[in-house]
């Protein structure tokens, strides 16, 4: 059963910085393309960041590049969202997924729970 469960949301002041994990089970972590996705209060889904699960190469979208990384430890199954320089802006429940956005974002059923993540003062 493949299952993914992320942690590390919380709430932090402008300028602060979160760590989130997305710990998987149930198939094999760093071959496939792995990507996180925010809903923020009131609208859509979006995607954040993906890695790719071939090169491991990183994608962000505009709105977080410069100021979030995504990564993965194989060893430990576990995908990472460092984030820094959150603005209120971020405010968003926190998903991580497999595949990649494109994929992810029409199909639900292959994310995680999620975790919230709220910046304010």
């Known amino acids: 059963e493949v299952q993914l469960v992320e942690s590390g949301g919380g709430l932090v002041q402008p300028g602060g910085s979160l760590t989130l994990s997305c710990k998987t089970s149930?198939?094999?972590?760093?071959?496939?393309?792995m990507c996180w996705i925010r809903q923020p209060p009131g609208k859509g889904p979006e995607w954040v960041s993906a890695?790719?699960?071939?090169?491991?190469?990183?994608f962000y979208a505009d709105s977080v590049k410069g100021r979030f990384t995504i990564s993965g430890d194989k060893a430990k199954n576990t995908l990472f969202l460092q984030m820094n320089m959150l603005r209120p802006d971020d405010t968003a429940v926190y998903y991580c997924a497999r595949g990649d956005p494109s994929e992810a974002l029409q199909h639900r059923e292959l994310w995680g729970q999620g975790t919230q993540v709220t910046v304010s003062s």
């Open positions: 149930g198939f094999t972590f760093g071959s496939v393309d």
């Open positions: 890695i790719d699960g071939g090169d491991g190469g990183a």
